[in-house]
C-alpha cells in the first residue's frame, strides 16, 4: 500500500479526507502519523499557491506523495473576505463562534440575494519525483442570518445552502461530503490518481 501525507493537524478534516478517498491503494497519514514537523510559511496570494506550498514541503520533509489543500470562505459582500485568510481571520486562537457571530453581524442589513458566498478548495499533490497537480473548486451558497447547526466545523454553521434550507452544519457528513469544495476537489484528485496509478 503507498503512503500518502497529507499536510493537515486538523482530525475534523482528516475524517472527511479518509471517508472521501476510502477505497484507494492509499494509507493516509497526517503529518503527525508520518512524523513530519516543519513550519509551513503559507505566503501564497491565492488558494492554490498555498495549498502547493504545503504539499511541497510535506513531500520532501517525507519522501512521499502529499496532499494538501487551502480552503476558505470568499464572501462577495466583503470583498470576498475572509478569503485565505479564513483559518487566521480575527486571529487563529479566536473561536469560530466568535468569527461567525461577526461575520453576521457585518451584514447587517445586505439582503439575501446579496449575501452570496462561496467555500472554495484547492488541493494540490506532489509527487516524490516532483510532478505536481491541483485542482480547484467551489460550493456555493449563502451566509445565513444565525449559526445554526453542530456537523461540520469552522464557518459551516453560518453557510446556508438554498438548496438543503439548511446550514451546512445541519446537513449530514454524507450529504455535506457529496458536494463540499473539499469533496468535490478530493473526488478530482482522486480520479487523477487512479489514473497515474492504472
Known sequence: MKKLVFATGN??????IKAI???MDYEILSMKEAGVDVDIVE?????????LI??????KASGALAMADDSGLVIDALNGEPGIYSA???GEDTSYDIKNQNLIDRLEGVPDEERTARFVCAMAAVFPDGTEKTFVKAMEGRIGYKIAGANGFGYDPIFFLPQYGK????ISPEEKNAISHRGQALRAMAEYLKEKDS
Open 54 to 59: 504545503k504539499a511541497r514541503a510535506v513531500s
Open 43 to 51: 505566503d501564497g496570494k491565492t488558494f492554490e499557491e498555498n495549498a
Open 11 to 16: 482530525m475534523d478534516k482528516l475524517r472527511e
Open 21 to 23: 478517498l476510502s477505497g
Open 88 to 90: 487566521r481571520y480575527m
Open 167 to 170: 446550514t451546512s452544519a445541519e
